[in-house]
């Protein structure tokens, strides 16, 4: 068992998670939460469905332009692909300043959307990587 | 509150029991409302009018707490001379540029203040969000206090003199007239909550983001700090202005931001004119007072925790690595600009735009633009699936084979899967802990950021380009773990938290130096891994402590589980009363006390404490004033800075309304970002031709069985089961008067589009009488979408793009539309359908 | 015999019986969040049972059966201005300002609204006629006084199906045993609660021992009596019942009926001729609820 917290709202109910043969068996309430006493709404107690749901993709997929299906890829290529990609986006759209000469050192040609369902961590990173790559609109959720 | 937040609300529930009112207003009768003691209907989009009439009638009842607004608001301060107020300029404050169509926000501003509109003024010309403006720049503070103030509050121009003839006109009559609740019913509000105020008692007022999601959202909220600031009801315990935000890391994610216009810890992001140096940076973004005035000891701490040993003295510490912003960079104006060939490529992470924006046809086209888009989601959706499942491709307006955008989609990783902080709506950071390894190619976002960051940087190595430096000195060298090469969470945190020079963990943010010796990537996390420990995965049980609970997880900043509670004693420091004690001072100890919560404020500041003309920082905050990161320290009725359209909240109608403003000849809010473009047409709104064709208001929520745009409940089984489809909630009138049959089809139209509900005829919606006129409400909730389990057309299909312009955010809360019998019609025949109604109306485009 | 006691529970298990547990839901702070039915859903790993859009209110579970052990009700009540009593918990206190006043046009045209949602579930019947018909003994009385069924011992015969006053016993499409409601058994041996107690935000499901639950509930019943709620009302806490009380049981703010509750109904073996007709009459009376819920949604 690890504790953990509710990803859907924000009111932040405390989880705790049940796992056996590596995989998640059960998520309930954390009795122990001074934010929830161990109570879940619908979403909440839903958890374990939303992480073993049937619809999950594990798989990484790819359309190419034009295409008219998707078609398999495998992480590593696609990571490679979109490097390259984000790269030469960054290159050709790049604003080094203004009309009258400031620095503006920057792309608004790649775009970053998300967020809110992300862990802070993961969001600090995000924000420092673009910001470095001069890409300034990176938004999410919170704007919505 | 029950219907989003039910867990929340145990709370709401508990306090009833022990005698609490609860009211709950919202244009619809729901869950919520079956709980509370008095259910308000009120016509979204009037809750300014709503709260205005709160606050006169708390000036005609003389109800307000006047001790707490003479000590701790800005009431008695007196303001310009040339300020003129919306009384006096037919609906405009005064500065208003109707070439711009912006305010210059000169007048204001306090009296005998100086030199305080550089900044402000460049960043509203370049339409920079107000929420980059730290306030009142330049203040010229005398002792701590704003330099001309009449503690009477008498004198004609002082804020509280302003304020009550601001709201003269909001009486109960008037608040019927807009916002169509009986005028009886208004009062039992407004009394309920005078009754409930003061010295022994509290009140709250809980709003969810729904308040936002107008063209006048800032002020929404603005009017109810306004309400709660002359009850006395901010920083004391059971009071608050309470947002109830609706993702588990929503607030995480603007406290450590993905948003264009800010850094980690609300610091701006550079401007090219403004900001030519970190010193001109600091200069025009931090005031001389109160916490935001050690901004150069953050902003230099960031730029060490992001660079490292190439962030020197010599160089501004890396400042110039910094990319600038000089306008809207904000969702919508990057579709925008998406739509019109301009982004190549887009991220698109754990959000789903084509169901969860506004304008969602428009929200795709976009897509179609895009050379490249990355979609990272638990499954495929409408955004991922955008090319090949839409409307359009259903009317034929396009085909797959000629939408050239490539389309990556990454499987995530869940919470369950990877460590981390959600920050709940308290900013309150609880970290969760990994169970189990990420099935198949699912992966976190930690891994896929720092991966790709690393693959970037391999190859960019040996570049001689100046703009690849950033990249290439940026520190990324955080330790890897497991099978997958997951990094280090806790390591990301250590960063965040922030280091001194030899290692060691900060404890508090006062700590942060501006000399290089500190780094910490979030100014108001500073602590949160003090002690060498993760302060946020704290888990002492709630039984084994007292409510204030400070053992579990960590709230920013400091630890302070209730901002501003310096507040909850009286200027000298004495609590209010017994029954509402919190925080006071403990004169023999000489430092400040209380239930266990850490006071917000300079733990060993005297009450009587008045700062020296050259004190600066937190050292300029006088001992009896709370509000510490307002320069002035004082509570704002008044806003003498920092927002674009108004320093006081104004009835506007919405973009698109059925009804006249009856405060003013102004009809909408006069800053409101609108788009005149064929892809986003407008329903014409009262007093122009063709209002008539859209004659209902039109408003969007959520319901407890769902999820934002449903990418985590319509691909969950028993989530999807409890809610399966799309409906729309309408009256008995209306479906009389439209032929509606409940459990039968409606179809919806705007000018955008139209979509098609299953109707819920119900008594919880009700026509109301809005001068001297049946007003119908169309509810619809936004949760669905073609793909998943539930499926059904999306409600932001029917929306504009119509933003406050503080913020950018869309009036998702409010439009306007017909409603007619029976399902859509299919393919181009749908198309077919708007058109005719655009034509109708005279649409423009 | 104390009250609560059954026939088989506590004289069978001697030294090994456990207090009596129950569940007392309070419907009077029921928010109608279906936590309980998520929760049951997910320990019990009960399929999902998608029925579609129902039109029922925010009801689109409709009933109790072998994939649906919690079930909350949604009822939407009009309620006239200057009606006396009967109202909500909540809306007593409105409902004082509300007639004194006039001029109520502007909104409901003078008639509030009131919307009831309760939380079922099996009563775990003290007289309990699906234990007894049960000819495999599949269906048993716990050490805690509660009626579960046996999945492994269930053979599918069905004869406990209209024993249930109630219309709870349901058999599982392609499987064709009974499965409700086992008061999490599983759990209580482990010491924790059921999920759908656990779970439910408010406490208006709460679980106890079923004697202490009883003069919780009357407490509950007296404060709501005193706040002007006359029309509250315990429903099955009663040992004098024709189901010699359950060991879960409601407090409801109307008529059973207006639930899809039965309003009195009996153990079926004790008069035949008047079986309350199990599944059959049991969702007679929902439809009713139901259709008074629809109509008031028209006129």
Redesign the interface.
């Known amino acids: 068992m690890v504790q953990s917290i509710c990803p859907y709202c924000a009111v932040g109910c405390g989880q705790k998670v049940y796992v056996k043969d590596e995989r998640v068996v059960q998520i309930e309430g954390d009795p122990d939460s001074p934010i929830s006493r161990g109570r879940l709404c619908p979403k909440g107690a839903a958890s374990e469905n939303l992480v073993n749901s049937p619809l999950r993709e594990t798989k990484v997929k790819y359309r190419r332009p034009h295409g008219t299906d998707w078609e398999d890829l495998s992480l590593e290529e696609a990571t490679e692909m979109i490097a390259d990609r984000l790269i030469a986006a960054r290159r050709d759209t790049w604003e080094e300043e203004t009309d009258d000469g400031r620095p503006l050192k920057r792309t608004l040609g790649v775009a970053f959307l998300g967020g809110a369902t992300l862990d802070s961590e993961e969001n600090y990173l995000i924000k420092k990587f673009f910001t470095a790559a001069g890409a300034v609109s990176i938004e999410n959720q919170a704007r919505i | 509150m029950?219907e989003?937040?039910?867990?929340?609300?145990?709370w709401v529930?508990e306090a009833?029991e022990r005698g609490a009112?609860?009211i709950h207003v919202d244009p619809r009768?729901t869950?919520?409302?079956?709980?509370?003691?008095?259910?308000v209907?009120i016509r979204a989009g009037t809750d300014i009018a709503f709260l205005g009439g709160i606050v006169n009638y708390i000036f005609e009842n003389d109800a307000w707490f006047r001790d707490y607004v003479r000590a701790f608001t800005n009431g008695p301060v007196i303001l310009k001379s040339d300020f003129k107020d919306t009384e006096d300029a037919g609906g405009f404050f005064s500065g208003w540029d109707p070439g711009r169509s912006a305010y210059s926000v000169d007048t204001w501003s306090y009296n005998k203040s100086s030199g305080e509109t550089a900044a402000g003024k460049a960043e509203q010309e370049a339409d920079v969000s107000g929420e980059q403006a730290h306030g009142a720049h330049g203040f010229s503070l005398s002792k701590g206090r704003p330099p001309d103030i009449d503690d009477s509050m008498e004198d004609d121009r002082c804020v509280l003199q302003v304020l009550k003839r601001h709201y003269a006109r909001y009486t109960p009559e008037m608040v019927?007239e807009i916002c169509?609740?009986?005028k009886?019913?208004f009062l039992?509000v407004a009394r309920a909550m005078c009754e409930r105020s003061g010295r022994e008692r509290t009140s709250s007022v809980c709003y969810a983001v729904g308040w936002t999601q107008h063209t006048t959202g800032v002020q929404n909220i603005r009017a109810a700090c306004i309400v709660q600031l002359l009850l006395g009801n901010v920083g004391r315990p059971g009071g608050g202005v309470l947002a109830?935000?609706?993702?588990?890391?929503?607030?995480?994610?603007?406290?450590?931001?993905?948003?264009?216009n800010i850094?980690?810890g609300y610091i701006p992001?550079p401007h090219?004119?403004a900001h030519?140096s970190l010193d001109k940076f600091v200069e025009l973004n931090g005031p001389r007072n109160g916490a935001w005035g050690e901004l150069r000891a953050y902003m230099v701490s960031m730029l060490k925790a992001?660079w490292g040993d190439a962030a020197t003295e010599d160089n501004d510490f890396c400042f110039?690595?910094?990319?600038?912003?000089?306008g809207d960079?904000?969702?919508y104006?990057?579709m925008l600009?998406?739509l019109d060939g301009?982004?190549?490529?887009?991220?698109?992470?754990?959000?789903n735009?084509t169901v969860?924006?506004a304008n969602a046809k428009l929200q795709r086209m976009a897509l179609g633009k895009l050379?490249?888009l990355?979609v990272?989601?638990?499954?495929?959706t409408e955004t991922?699936a955008f090319?090949?499942d839409s409307p359009e491709i259903d009317s034929g307006e396009v085909r797959?084979?000629?939408?050239?955008?490539?389309?990556?989609?990454?499987?995530a990783a869940?919470?369950?899967?990877?460590?981390?902080?959600?920050?709940?709506?308290?900013r309150?950071?609880?970290?969760?802990?990994?169970?189990?390894?990420p099935?198949?190619?699912?992966?976190?976002?930690?891994h896929?950021?720092?991966?790709?960051?690393r693959?970037?940087r391999e190859?960019?190595t040996g570049s001689a380009d100046e703009?690849d430096r950033?990249?290439l000195d940026?520190t990324?060298d955080y330790p890897v773990q497991g099978p997958q090469d997951e990094?280090d969470?806790e390591s990301?945190?250590q960063?965040?938290g922030g280091r001194r020079a030899d290692g060691t963990f900060v404890t508090k943010y006062e700590e942060l130096c501006d000399d290089g010796s500190t780094a910490c990537?979030?100014w108001i996390h500073a602590g949160i891994y003090g002690e060498g420990v993760n302060q946020s995965a704290r888990?002492?049980?709630?039984?084994e402590?007292n409510?204030v609970?400070n053992e579990?997880g960590w709230a920013w900043p400091k630890n302070i589980r209730m901002i501003y509670n310096r507040a909850s004693a009286d200027p000298e420091g004495r609590p209010w009363s017994e029954r509402k004690r919190y925080v006071w001072w403990d004169a023999e100890e000489g430092k400040w006390t209380g239930l266990g919560d850490n006071p917000d404020f300079p733990p060993d500041k005297e009450p009587d404490y008045v700062p020296s003309r050259r004190a600066r920082g937190m050292a300029a905050i006088r001992g009896d004033t709370p509000f510490v990161l307002h320069p002035d320290g004082l509570g704002w009725l008044y806003a003498p800075s920092g927002l674009v359209d108004g320093p006081l909240p104004a009835h506007y109608e919405p973009q698109e309304s059925p009804f006249p403003n009856a405060l003013y000849a102004q009809q909408q809010n006069p800053t409101r970002q609108i788009f005149h473009r064929p892809e986003n047409p407008y329903n014409p709104t009262d007093g122009e031709a063709g209002a008539a064709v859209f004659p209902f208001v039109l408003t969007t929520y959520r319901?407890?069985?769902?999820?934002?745009a449903g990418g985590?409940?319509r691909?969950?089984?028993?989530?999807?089961?409890?809610?399966?489809?799309l409906?729309c909630e309408v009256s008995?009138q209306l479906?009389e008067e439209r032929g509606l049959e409940?459990?039968g089809w409606a179809t919806i139209v705007s000018a955008r589009s139209a979509i098609e509900a299953?109707?819920?005829?119900?008594?919880?919606v009700?026509p109301?009488?809005i001068q001297g006129r049946d007003m119908h409400l169309v509810g619809v909730p936004y949760h669905w979408g073609r793909r998943?389990?539930a499926t059904g057309d999306s409600a932001n299909e029917l929306l504009p793009l119509a933003l406050d312009n503080n913020?950018?955010?869309?009036e998702?809360k409010v439009a306007t539309c017909d409603i007619r019998p029976g399902r859509r019609p299919r393919g181009r025949d749908r198309l077919a359908l708007v058109e005719d109604y655009r034509r109708r109306a005279g649409v423009k485009h | 015999m104390s009250p609560a006691e059954t026939l088989s529970w506590p004289g069978t298990y001697g030294d090994e019986a456990k207090a009596r547990m129950g569940f007392f839901t309070d419907t009077s702070i029921c928010i109608g969040c279906k936590a309980c039915e998520v929760a049951c859903k997910e320990w019990n790993a009960i399929p999902d049972s998608p029925k579609g859009f129902s039109g029922k209110s925010y009801d689109n579970t409709l009933d109790l059966g072998a994939d649906t052990w919690r079930h909350v009700a949604f009822v939407e009540q009009r309620v006239p201005a200057d009606a006396g009593g009967g109202a909500s918990l909540v809306e007593a206190a409105e409902r004082g300002g509300l007639a004194e006043r006039e001029g109520l046009a502007t909104y409901q045209e003078g008639d509030g609204v009131r919307w009831l949602m309760s939380s079922d579930v099996c009563k775990h019947c003290t007289e309990a006629a699906c234990l007894e018909v049960c000819p495999t003994g599949a269906l048993f009385r716990t050490e805690f006084g509660t009626v579960v069924v046996q999945e492994d011992v269930c053979n599918g015969c069905g004869y406990c199906v209209p024993a249930c006053p109630f219309g709870v016993l349901d058999q599982r499409e392609g499987d064709g045993r009974v499965w409700k409601c086992t008061l999490c058994y599983d759990r209580l041996k482990d010491g924790k609660e059921p999920a759908c107690a656990q779970a439910c935000p408010t406490s208006s499901i709460q679980f106890g021992e079923v004697e202490e639950l009883r003069e919780r509930a009357e407490r509950r019943l007296e404060k709501l009596r005193l706040a002007g709620q006359d029309e509250a009302r315990l429903y099955l806490a009663d040992p004098d019942d024709g189901i010699g009380g359950a060991g879960a049981f409601f407090l409801l703010l109307d008529e059973p009926e207006v639930y899809g509750l039965p309003p009195d109904p009996v153990d079926t073996r004790r008069d035949l001729g008047s079986i309350w007709a199990a599944a059959g009459a049991a969702a007679l009376a929902l439809g009713a609820g139901i259709a008074a819920a629809a109509l008031g949604g028209r006129s």
Request: proline share 8%.
């Open positions: 029950a989003q937040h039910p867990v929340g609300f145990q529930v009833k009112k609860v009768f869950r919520t409302s079956a709980m509370a003691d008095l259910h209907p019927e169509g609740c009986p009886e019913r039992e109830l935000r609706g993702h588990a890391n929503i607030q995480g994610s603007t406290d450590i931001p993905t948003l264009y850094l980690p992001m090219p004119q030519p992001w110039q690595y910094l990319p600038r912003i000089d960079h904000s969702h104006a990057t600009k998406m301009g982004v190549k490529g887009l991220f698109a992470v754990g959000q735009p969860g924006s050379d490249w990355v990272r989601d638990f499954s495929e991922a090319w090949r797959r084979e000629e939408i050239g955008t490539e389309v990556f989609f990454l499987p869940a919470h369950t899967e990877k460590d981390g902080n959600f920050t709940n709506t308290q309150l950071l609880q970290w969760h802990h990994k169970a189990v390894e099935p198949g190619d699912c992966r976190s976002e930690l896929w950021i720092y991966h790709l960051g693959r970037v190859k960019l703009r950033p990249i940026l990324w990094p969470a990301v945190l960063e965040i990537g979030s888990r002492k049980a709630h039984r402590q409510w609970a579990w319901l407890t069985e769902h999820h934002t985590m409940s691909t969950v089984p028993y989530l999807s089961e409890l809610q399966p489809e409906f008995p479906a409940h459990g299953r109707v819920l005829v119900t008594d919880r009700k109301l009488r998943g389990l913020v950018h955010i869309s998702y």
